[in-house]
């Protein structure tokens, strides 16, 4: 017997998810291919199903730590990532896996990471909250609630100072929005006009706190203040992300402008998996919007009403999705940790340079 | 060689290197038009321009984190705090994010900024405003701490700063700033982690840096010339990486340590030099490390007494006569 393909797994599909959207019809979607819709589709499977597997390995004492998954969320790294160019750069909070594959970064070696393996790609020291890819324009996963969002701001003034169209897209969760780093970062970037879109994964609490507990006004149009553009979206529409997002990032791109976008979307677990998620909210809410919002069932609805996606490939993305999320478990778990002499490497540049070492002394205190 | 003030060589570092790295930007509060709090970048604005010489609001956390960012995109950054004091308001940017990007990632990320400023009391500003953060700073592996006492070795240190590829935090003095000194025109390096012998000596060593390096100095003339006492006095200059070697070689030589800091005592710099020099070179002492710090409590206002709870010449003084008895 086969189950119905579905990504809110073990759930019943609901014919009452909605998936006409109105920004399926704006130009940056209109002029994505099949293939590509497909990929975008895919992208979100795959975090779902890394998200999955990592809750898995995280309830079997494989990670230590913290453990703050994506989940519910995929539209919006994978929405926003699409659009990024050869110069857009990307830094994130400890929410940071969906980022981490919507730019491309391997799970095997994302997965490695949270088990503490030196096969991770911050060789098992940074773990779930700080993930890392310069290459590919992806600065972190940070750990400090709006930390990241002067860095972000940086990332787009270097663009500024090296006189390359691009931007910097920093992300932080709505629980950020009252960190005096935050205002300091807006403030520089709307003085100076650098080329950074901020973007607000509202998925409404702050850790245990709702948005209506935490914050007083709407959170976006505090941009105002700071004479800056600012919009919102849906975040369980990826056509409505990529439509909202691709007009600010040319304004930050083509004018040098930042903006604010405020991205509407929802966590299903808890703040981290030690959250026990049952204090601030109702188990009906949730049900609620993994019934009627969840981001890949909607887009899933969206490409098989559009005869993009059928029932047998959407299983078959699916089943890969298990099936690399499950290799990437079996790889971490047959890579070696990292040993007690790999502790005091990755500190200093020049530590780790000898040849090229300037100065002199001693750099560790042992 | 050129006499200039340790504000001039500074400055003389700053302009050299941004003539000779396009990425290197110097950001700060009044750091361009105002010509910098403390005028150490005069001049700088109109030689240099907007693009490489910046005002920022006041707005530490945003600005020096704003640094920390373009640092890792290869941007080099030196980053004017008007006082190390106001380090508290972005400690998250420098010892989060600045101390800590390189190894959370795995090596993959430099931060080649660097944060430098004045950091003294003396000044009877008040306890907001009289920090000496050089003990905090190098608390955290994966930073650089440099702490010159000398224009000479204002430049030559601030010069090795702005190319190390790792994040140094230089701290500058707001007394010294108009002492003068004989310092190199051009290329003048100074290696970070090289302490200096400001005096041969014989009974004892003094181990110190910044401005009590001056008042150590001053005490020792004065213990030759009233006791007879021979005292070697050796700058550490770098804080992090420590060059204890040089502090040991002393020690081997006298057999007597008295530490000399700007610091309160509780787990200052001096703390860690006492168990290092106990710990390393403990055959060659003769007497218990004796340490001389700012008296232990927040910097005190009123003019004169601000005096007597920093190092002096003779607080120097009577701590190596207790050291020598």
């Not at chain 1, 998954?69 to 994130?92: F, P, R, W």
């Not at chain 2, 900024?113 to 003396?122: D, E």
């Not at chain 2, 907001?128 to 955290?140: D, G, I, K, R």
């Not at chain 2, 003068?180 to 290329?187: A, D, T």
Request: net charge negative.
């Amino acid at each position: 017997m086969t189950k119905k393909p579905s990504a809110t797994a073990d759930k019943k599909a609901d014919d009452s998810v909605s998936s006409a959207s109105p920004s399926s019809r704006a130009a940056i979607n209109q002029q994505l291919g099949k293939e590509t819709r497909i990929d975008l589709f895919r992208t979100m499977m795959r975090i779902r199903r890394f998200e999955e597997r990592s809750l898995r390995a995280y309830q079997a004492k494989k990670i230590g730590g913290f453990l703050h998954l994506y989940i519910g969320q995929e539209a919006v790294a994978v929405g926003c990532c699409s659009l990024m160019g050869k110069n857009d750069h990307v830094i994130t909070a400890y929410r940071d896996h969906g980022h981490a594959i919507a730019v491309g970064m391997g799970v095997n070696e994302l997965m490695a990471e949270l088990y503490g393996k030196a096969t991770g790609c911050s060789k098992g020291k940074g773990g779930s909250m700080h993930y890392f890819a310069p290459d590919r324009n992806f600065w972190g996963g940070h750990g400090i609630v709006g930390g990241q969002i002067p860095l972000g701001t940086g990332l787009a003034y270097a663009l500024k100072y090296k006189g390359l169209k691009g931007a910097a897209m920093a992300f932080m969760g709505d629980g950020a929005v009252n960190q005096g780093a935050v205002h300091e970062a807006y403030n520089l970037a709307a003085l100076w006009q650098l080329p950074v879109v901020f973007v607000i994964e509202n998925n409404g609490y702050s850790m245990g706190t709702s948005q209506e507990r935490s914050s007083a006004g709407d959170l976006a149009k505090r941009a105002e203040g700071y004479n800056m553009a600012w919009g919102t979206c849906d975040g369980h529409d990826i056509y409505d992300v990529r439509a909202v997002m691709d007009k600010f990032l040319r304004l930050a791109r083509e004018e040098s402008k930042p903006a604010v976008v405020e991205i509407r979307t929802y966590r299903y677990r808890g703040h981290s998996v030690a959250d026990p998620d049952n204090t601030y909210r109702a188990k009906s809410e949730i049900e609620e919007y993994r019934r009627t919002k969840d981001p890949i069932q909607v887009f899933q609805n969206t490409l098989v009403a559009e005869g993009v996606l059928d029932d047998a490939l959407i299983a078959q993305i699916d089943q890969a999705a298990r099936a690399e999320a499950d290799a990437a478990a079996d790889f971490a778990e047959a890579s070696p940790f990292p040993t007690p002499d790999d502790i005091q490497k990755d500190v200093y540049w020049e530590a780790d340079h000898p040849a090229e070492r300037k100065s002199q002394g001693r750099l560790f205190f042992d | 060689m050129p006499v200039i003030t340790y504000r001039e060589a500074i400055r003389h570092a700053l302009a050299e290197e941004l003539e000779r790295d396009a990425n290197v930007v110097v950001l700060g509060e009044e750091v361009a038009q105002f010509n910098g709090a403390y005028k150490v970048t005069e001049g700088l604005l109109a030689k240099f321009g907007p693009k490489r010489i910046v005002d920022t609001p006041i707005s530490e956390a945003g600005f020096i984190g704003m640094g920390v960012g373009a640092s890792m995109l290869g941007i080099r950054p030196v980053m004017e705090l008007m006082f190390w004091s106001f380090y508290s308001v972005a400690f998250d940017q420098i010892l989060n994010n600045a101390a800590n990007v390189r190894y959370m990632s795995g090596g993959l990320i430099n931060c080649p900024i660097v944060i430098r400023g004045p950091a003294n009391g003396g000044t009877n500003v008040g306890a907001t405003h009289s920090h000496t953060p050089e003990n905090v700073l190098a608390n955290h592996p994966g930073v650089k701490v440099v702490v010159p006492s000398t224009p000479a070795d204002a430049k030559g240190l601030l010069k090795s700063a702005i190319r190390d590829n790792d994040p140094v935090f230089f701290l500058e003095n707001t007394i010294l700033y108009g002492d003068k000194g004989e310092v190199p025109e051009g290329e003048h390096l100074i290696p970070l982690g090289l302490a200096d012998v400001k005096r041969a000596g014989t009974d004892l060593t003094i181990v110190t840096y910044g401005r009590s390096v001056l008042h150590s100095l001053a005490a020792a003339d004065l213990l030759q010339k009233e006791h007879d006492i021979s005292a070697e006095v050796v700058d550490l200059r770098t804080i992090r990486p420590l060059d204890i070697d040089t502090v040991l070689k002393s020690v081997a030589k006298t057999h007597r340590v008295l530490i000399v800091e700007e610091q309160k005592p509780f787990a200052s710099v001096g703390s860690q030099l006492a168990f290092m020099i106990q710990r390393e070179g403990f055959d060659e002492l003769d007497a218990p490390i004796h340490r001389l710090t700012t008296v232990d409590a927040p910097a005190i206002y009123s003019p004169p007494v601000e005096v007597e709870q920093l190092p002096n010449p003779q607080r120097v003084l009577k701590a190596a006569l207790e050291l020598m008895a």
